[in-house]
Nanobody
Framework: VQLQASGGGLVQAGGSLTISCAAS????????MGWYRQAPGKQRELVAW???????LYADSVKGRFTISRDNAKNTVSLQMNSLKPEDTAVYYC????????????WGQGTQVTVSS
């Protein structure tokens, strides 16, 4: 499975940004898609995931501000980020897996999101 993320950039605090990820390869094996992020000097952390069945999980820090969605026909997953804060600044990684038990299995390259104060 190959994951290609796009859409990162620079945005002011309070603004919005959407990042997307396209999956290719053995996509029939994908059940869960989601996002991790890594801020400078910090460990990678889960942001959100979404299963084929529609179950979602969000990190407490992004609940109510971020929305994950997917287009199964196009094998893409997107993360709509609203009310962005400087602490959301990080490299965001697209991830996927066959199931929750092995999540995250596949990693894409990161896309930089920078929120200025």
């Amino acid at each position: 499975v190959q994951l290609q993320a796009s859409g990162g950039g620079l945005v002011q605090a309070g603004g919005s940004l959407t990042i997307s990820c396209a999956a290719s390869g053995s996509i029939f094996s994908i059940n869960v898609m989601g996002w991790y992020r890594q801020a400078p000097g910090k460990q990678r952390e889960l942001v959100a995931w979404l299963t084929l069945g529609g179950s979602t999980l969000y990190a407490d820090s992004v609940k109510g501000r971020f929305t994950i969605s997917r287009d199964n026909a196009k094998n893409t997953v997107s993360l709509q980020m609203n009310s962005l804060k400087p602490e959301d600044t990080a490299v965001y990684y697209c991830v996927s897996s066959r199931n929750i038990a092995v999540f995250p299995g596949y990693w894409g390259q990161g896309t930089q999101v920078t929120v200025s104060s």
